[in-house]
């Protein structure tokens, strides 16, 4: 978050082990519940816009690819994404 930026109050619901696992990390960085709270909802949806460019990053070589092996092996790596294992 900018520090320019006025933060917004949100509330949220977590389920109890979630409350304590955040609690436990906020301990041991010496910081409060929110922050790790904040820190972990920067660091997932920093994450899914990695997988999301790593996603077209594939399906733009699998366009490219010439090679059929090449082919093959990013259309498992295109469906491992989005289907799972």
Same mark, same amino acid.
């Given at each position: 978050m900018?520090?320019?930026?006025?933060?917004?109050?949100?509330?949220?619901?977590?389920?109890?082990?979630?409350?304590?696992?955040?609690?436990?990390?906020?301990?041991?960085?010496?910081?409060?519940?929110?922050?790790?709270?904040? /820190?972990?909802?920067?660091?997932?949806?920093?994450?899914?816009?990695?997988?999301?460019?790593?996603? &077209? /990053?594939?399906? /733009?070589?699998?366009?490219?690819?010439?090679?059929p092996?090449?082919?093959?092996?990013?259309?498992?790596?295109?469906?491992?994404?989005? &289907?799972?294992?």
């Amino acid at each position: 978050m900018r520090h320019s930026e006025k933060p917004i109050r949100q509330s949220i619901s977590l389920p109890p082990r979630v409350a304590r696992r955040v609690k436990a990390l906020a301990r041991t960085k010496k910081t409060s519940a929110n922050r790790v709270v904040v /820190d972990l909802i920067e660091a997932g949806l920093e994450g899914q816009e990695q997988e999301k460019r790593r996603f &077209f /990053d594939l399906a /733009d070589r699998l366009v490219r690819a010439s090679n059929p092996e090449e082919e093959k092996r990013l259309k498992g790596e295109l469906a491992r994404m989005t &289907f799972g294992e």
